[in-house]
Structures are given as C-alpha cells and as structure tokens.
C-alpha cells in the first residue's frame, strides 16, 4: 500500500492570525481529508494577505497533491483569494457572467442595492471551476496548479461544510488501490475520558480500523476509519469496527448518522405523531431553540414556557408556591410539576422540565451550580433526574443541560409502548 | 516609521494536523504579540515531522523577527522540536547537566523510574539557553536562527502560557519606538458590502489606521488598528480614528466593547430596573435563550412564550383568530398582538414578538421564506417592523431574527423617556 497523498489547508484572515477568532475549519477540513485517505501535512494561517498567500500557494503546490484554502471571498477588498490564487497560477481574474447574474438577481429579490464591491464575488481566476454556494454569496472555485488540486471556499463553517461535502471531497476521491471508508457513532452520557480509557490502542495513529473522537457539549463521536485494497473492503471492515464498537457502547450509543439530539427526538416524536412541550427555567429558550430547528417540527411542537422567576412558574404552569418554598425551584417535585404542568396545558404526549443552577453564582453547599433537575412527563406519567455537570462554564452548563433533556425525552420515548 | 517586526507561529503534533484536537495556543501567543507591538503574519500546525519542522524553521526565519514553537518538547521519540531546532541551527545537541540532575530528582520525589527516554529531555542545542518550565517536566529554550528569535515551548497550555509570559515576551520587549494600538465599533443593521463601500482605501493592508471588518449574524466588527513612534501616540491616533468612524456610523454604532446585543440590551434593562418579556414564533426560544445567558438577568426577565402554532398564539397571549385569518401568523398585526399580549400576561415594560417564515420551505410569492415581522411593545405603546434576510439557511435566518429583535428592543429602549 502506497504512502497517502499529502493535503494542506490554508486559512485566512486578519483576525485569525492576530488571534481574535479561532480557526476551526483548518481541523474540521483535515478530519475529512484524512478519513478520504489523505495525510494533512500541514495547516496554515494567514492574514488577508495577497503576496502571503501567492506565495504560500506557489510553494505547496511543489509537494502536496491538495490544497484547501477558506476565507477571502468576501465582496470587500481585504478579501484576496481570488487575486492570490490568479497570481499563483499566473492567469488573469476574469468575471463570470452567470454568477454576476445570480448575484444581481438575488439582490433584486431581497430590495437590496447591488453595489460595485458585491461584483468582486463573480471574479474567479480564467480557467478556474465555479463552486456554487448554496448557502451564501461567496462562490468558491477549483483550479490546478502544478500537480496540486486547489480549492477556495468560503470562511464560515454553515458555508464553508456543504461545500466541502459536495464539490471538494468528490473530486479528490482516490483512485490508485488504496481506499478508506468511514463510519459513525454518536453516544451520549459517557465521559471521555472513559470512552478514551476503553478504546485504547484503537486510538493509535497506526490502527486500522482507526479510532477517533471528538466531543461537543456531551455528545461524543466516535470516526472509525479502515483502509483496505478495496472500496468494498474497506467499507466492510469498518462497517464491522462500528456494529462492534456500537454493541459494546450499546447503553449510550443514539444514532449512527445523526450527532444532533434534537434531529433524533424530533424524528422520533413526528414518526409517531407524538406532541411535545417544554417549561425551562435555567435553559431560558434554548431547549425549545433546538427542538424548533428540526425541519417539520410544528406538526407535534405547538407551544412552550418559559418560566425563568418562581412566580412564573407557579402563575403559568401551576406549581403551588408551597413547594417552591418547600423544595426549592431546583429540586425533583419542582421538575416534576413543571414538566406535569406543561403537558396539561399544551395537550401534549411527551414534556421536557429543565430547571437548575447554569452557575457561575447562585449555588449553596448543598445545590451547588451546575446542578440541574430534569423532569419528563409521558403519557400523564412523570420521571425526574438530577446531574450534577462537572462543565463549569455558564453557557456549557446550559448547552449540557439542553441535550441531557432532549437525550431523557428520546430515551422516554424509546421505553414507551407506542 | 518602520513596519512592526513581524513574528510566526508553529504548533506542533499530529493530533492537531489531522484535526483530532483543536490548536489554541497559536492563536493565544499571537494576542500577545500583537499586543507587545509585533505583526503576527501566520501560523503554521505540522505534524510531528522532524524535517518539516526543520525547514520551517529555516524559511521563516529569513523574514521573521520572532518565531514561537509550541510542542514536540516531551520524552518519546515523536518529540522532535529539538533535533529540528539544532538542525535549522546547524549545531549538536548537548545534554545540560542541570537539566539532567534536576529532572532526575523530581522523579526520584514522585518515586518514578527514571527512563533513557526522560534524558532526551535534557537535551537541547547547542548555544540555546534553557527557559525552566514551572509547571512540567519539559524545559523550553531559546535560541537565534539568523536575525529571528526563535522559541520553543512545551504544548499543554498551562505550562506554556506561564512561559510565555515570564520568558518570551520580556525577551521581545520592542526598544524601536514603534508602537500600534487597536479600538473596536460594533455595529449592526448595515450591510458588510455597503460599509466595505464606506470604509474604501482604510481597508487597504498598508492604511494607517488600518480597518478591518468581521462580521457574525448581522454584528459587523470594526478593528481599527494604528502604529505610531510611541503607545499614547498609537492610542490616540487609534482612538481619533474609531471616534470618527462611531460618528459616521451612529445609526448603526451600538456600542465600543461588547459585540453581543443580548449583553447591550440586557445592561439597559438591568440599569432602568425595566422588565422584559418576549414572544417567539420562528425564533423558537432562542431569543429568550440569548436573553438569558446574560448574568444577572433574573432580576429583570422572569418569563417568556414561545407560541409557534397559530392555535398557542391565541390560547396563550390572547391573538384573535379572526386576525389570524385574515393577516396571517406573519404579519405586522400579529407581530403588534403578540408583544402586547406577552407585555401584558408578563407585566413587562418591554416585550419582544418575532413571527416569520425561518424556511427553507414555507414561503409564498408574497411571503417569501426569510420574511419576518418583529413586535416591540413598551410602556404599553407598540410597533412592528418587517424584515427580508438575505441569508437563507433557516438557522442564519433565526440567528439574524435574535439579533434583530434585540437591537429593536434597544433602540426602542433608548428612544423612550426613562
């Protein structure tokens, strides 16, 4: 089996080399061309930097089969990619009509003024392939330099991925006899350094099937890459590494496609047609933010509460003021009412009750912060659960607590009959 | 007046190459630089790969002033920073004896064999002054590469942070009398293209001021960054400059430090003691959920609707159905009814309402998707106003909405007698 092709990433833009925004593309990028079989050799950093990056370009081009570059298709003039990239391949900037067309055609639509700065979006360098933007202004392009595959793609992730995805990755499909094959799977409620501890070699940089994760506001996902001789082959040994790891991790593991909670309750609440509902105090919002980014979800989500002060709680749901001064609004019977109350009022099957201490003030002794009461009422029933997170940060708290509910609720339903 | 020294940034490991662990500490050393007065121009993430590093270092350093290395410092054998500097250097690596005797102590105190490979770590090159690490077990050093100064710290941050400071930037203390500062201006409401189109030639790299914009969910950032012979005269002048661009952008200017409009507004809601409520359609809680991630904020905010179908508008804040016939959830007579119902159940002095059309799907030819219509109550008094995004991915919609709503809620806040 040969050596890898060797890929590199660029990144650019002023307030990333000073250090005010962290690049998180470059790693994002590199993860999947690793998992294409490629070895990422090498990130680097620019500013908006037209000579930095002519030069950059020029220079890798010379060892390396790939090169990824994001950000600097902006309409404004520290925007340079395209002039940097012409200047590499030495070839003019030339416009391209149908982009200059779209771009005009969609600012008409929105009543807004087409300005000059917005027709730098349609220059590319000539001979260069236009990469469409579904979901942005910028464009990006494809060209050859040397021996090098060249693409520019624009800096913010929500463009930047699908791009990725469905004009880069394709492209550099390999194939010279070796291939890889990549499988997930996303668990939920193991810490990872657990998970880590469990895997072991698996994690080494030479395994085959390799083992990978990552971890974000408690959903780990576990990338299980295998080389192999063959597409097929290596399809087969890491469809195999993934059923094992996924069997052996069966308590936690949600979903083999899917690392979004919310997607994965939603999917389960409009299969069975189930209404659901929310009453957060702590989370303030954000559990019902994500249930309502679901495509689809107004067909079981209604309404929701969001009871943040102890009165509201009692005005709007109907928890007695006895138990708050009782319990406490961070405790088991407080979850319990609220998810009970939410229910009865919006008609709903399944209810969702987050109400705890997102910290980094507020906590005692006994409830100290990141303590957090769950309450999930399903068909009239209730269950209550206490996590007490080991995340300190306010907004991780919050963003912990968000998937906690949403994993309990998934979970719930998963245990029900119907 | 020269330019600023310019500096690199390299990280090491190849956890970080193939995108397994983010790299943080390029981005934190490069704040540091730039606040000590060097251009920070890139950074560059390598695998552990001796001649990579090797040639890197060689490269940069004929036209750097100051290169920091973080990794590559530790016992085993993929720890290679020092055999890459000493070869860049050209000279042996030598043992420091007292490096040797005072590592081989520690691990005599913590009753840990001491194995051939710790010796490595007493290992730098030659005419390299050794920079002691606190925190660790891997000494950094120092040492000329040509004009460059070269440093090499270990990688976890909390050793290398520490070393940075007390090492590193002492040894870079600029005596040239060049100076630079840098003030921000956070706007929102105008478009990035037509503020490019304002800011003309200031964008240019080699402008002093030099302006630089980013841009997140409609906030536009503005970086104005000055140089001068001395740091008040870079204050100033750095000071004058985003003066004058606040007065010129006043309409849009909302404030110099904080970026977020929940922490803006909030801040005017805890100062006039004024309580505050919304309504959410589209936005699905997470205007509440940005609301509440302001500290403090409990003692203004105590309750909130999301009322996502027309049936929960009416049931919970009192919309008529027959206005709901007649205009539609997304109109400026439900927008209106929203935030006064909510202002009313809350008894909220403001009140916040977001009905629209996230997309992708939804939308008609006279309501497209991206159409949203926002309610803002206050003092009892309300008016709406409608928006058409030109973003289209539902979740930049409803990220685009929040903010809208909260600048309304601020200007309206503003706009009011007390």
Redesign the interface.
Known sequence: MSALPRAAVIAT????????????N??????RL?AAGYE??????????ED?LAEALQRLARDHDAIVVTGGL?????DVTRHAAARAANVELATDERVLAELQA??A?????F????ARQALFPRGADVLAN????APGFHLLLGRARVFALPGPP?EMLPMLEKDVLPRLARRDGVASAQRFVHLFGLPESALAEALGSAMR?DANPLV???AKDGVLTVVVRALDASAPAAEERAEAAAREFEARFAEYAFSRTEPDLARVLGAELLARSARVT?A?S????????R???V?GI?AV?????????N??KS??LGVEPGMLARHGAVSSEVAAALALGAARK?GARLSLAVTGIAG??GGTAEKPAALVWFGVALDGGVTTTERRFVVRE??LV?AFAVNTALDLGRRALLGSAG
């Open positions: 833009g002023d307030e990333l080399v000073v250090g005010r925004t962290l690049d998180t470059s790693a994002a990028i590199a993860r690793s990422p050799a090498s990130f680097l950093v620019l500013g908006d930097d930095g902006g309409p404004t003039l520290d969609l600012f639509t929105r009543n807004r003024p300005l000059p700065a917005n579904p979901h942005g202004t929500r940089r990978g994760v990552t929310v957060e702590c989370t303030g919002g954000l559990l019902a933010g249930l309502t980014s495509p107004s989500f209604e309404r929701g509460w969001i009871v943040y002060a009165e509201a005005a709007e919006a980094p003030g306010r907004e919050r």
